[in-house]
Structure formats: structure tokens, C-alpha cells
């Protein structure tokens, strides 16, 4: 018999005992199933999830150990990659042979029985790894699909490490400008500079006869986000030109 831990919140510990692990996770493919973790040698890397399971399901979590059959189909591998068919006793050993197998799972593509439930233990809720496996000492990404709202410290981490980088000077932006070659560099550059109120637009008007239509077309957008009197004459200067190039020739 294979085993295997299945972490969930102590809320649900009644439930599991009375009547299993309910198939309310997808799999890989679509199927409902259970996630779970091999029983290794260590404890540490066998409730390794613990600590990560706890950004996504409040309160205090458990451990639900699990017994299934040898030959049970499941699914196994790291979460950041597709996973692999295996038996049950397969996916134990493939993990156990790991030099390093934290951030691997295998599914179950089935509801667990009360049978297989060996029993529910309590855990250290600080036990693993939290973002990533290697994510100590590394800069966490404040983006929110890695750190969602209302998540533990988010708002200082989104502090300290901004989601978007300060933005350029616009000295560094304009010299970049100067110095551009192609279309597509001045296009970058004027990217940047639409991303703010950034002043005198005169700066910008020789760009208003660019052979490059879409240089045109960026350089219009951008105005946008400048304000006074050039930038209202070069946007209207540039919308007559495009209107003019888009009209049909009926000569």
C-alpha cells in the first residue's frame, strides 16, 4: 500500500472522517480528483505544502493521511510542469529518488473513501516553503497572481517591491530619442514617455513628420498624456495628416 498526506483546513477534519476526501480539486485534465503528497523519510519535504496552502485557505490546517492501493492510477510530477501517469507506488518512489522533490504532487482522479483515511493529524502551520520552492533570499513577485489581495503582508511586499519599475527620467528618455535609429526604437522610447505628463511636447514635433506612419500613429497617442497648447497643435497637425493619407484617391 502506498501513502500519501492530503492537507486541507481542520474545518473539514468531521467531514473526512465520516464520509472521505471529496473529489473538489481539478486535475491536469480536467477530472476532479485529490492532491496529495508521497510520505517521504523527511518530514519536512512530506508536509512541505503546509506552509503555502495556508496563502490560499484561512484558518488552521491538517494533514489527512492516506493509504490507497499499489496499483491505483494517479498522476504525478512538479507543479510547474505537465505531470506523468504512474501507479501509486510508482509516483512514492519516483518522489523519494528526488534530490530535491519539494514543489512535486501527485493527483488522485477520484474522491478518497473513508477505508483509506488513516488518520487526521495536526501540523506546524509554518512547515515548507511559501511562494516557491526556493523563494528564500530571492525577491517575491508582487504581481497578483503570485501575491493576491488582502494576503498576508501584500501590501508591505507591494511597497518594497513594486509590481511596475519606476518609471525613466525623461532626460534618460529623451536622449534614448536622440540617438534612436530605427522606428521601432523611437516607438519603445515613446512608450515610456506616454506613460506620464511629461511637459513640453515641442520636443517631439520634429518626430511630426516621420516618414514611418506608425511613428506617427505612437507619437499621437502619447500627446495625449501631455498637456498645453504644442501638444494640442501637433495632435490636431497629426490627425489632419492621417486623414489626409486614409482619404481614397478618386483622380
Known sequence: MA?????????????????????????????RGVYCMPVLPSFTLTYQWVRELRRWHPGVLVAVQLRLPDEEPVTVGHYGAPPRQATAAQ???????LDDPRGYEAFVPRA???????RIRDVPQGVGWRYLPAAHGRRPC?????LPRGGYKAGRLRRRFPYDEPPRPKSELMARLRAATTADDIIDVLGELGRGRR???EELAYLADHPDPDVRDTLESVLR????????????????S????????NS
Not at 478518497?112 to 488513516?118: G, K
Open 225 to 240: 498624456a501631455y498637456r498645453g497648447r504644442e501638444a494640442r497643435r501637433l495632435r490636431e497637425r497629426l490627425a489632419h
Open 199 to 201: 511637459g513640453g511636447a
Open 112 to 118: 478518497i473513501t473513508t477505508a483509506e483515511v488513516r
Open 3 to 31: 501513502e500519501f498526506v492530503h492537507v486541507t483546513g481542520a474545518k473539514s477534519a468531521r467531514r473526512i472522517q465520516r464520509s472521505g476526501v471529496a473529489a473538489r480539486s481539478h486535475g491536469p485534465t480536467g477530472r
Open 242 to 249: 492621417s486623414s489626409l493619407t486614409s482619404a481614397p484617391d
Open 91 to 97: 509516483a512514492v518512489a519516483a518522489v523519494r529518488e
Open 142 to 146: 508582487p504581481c497578483p497572481a503570485c
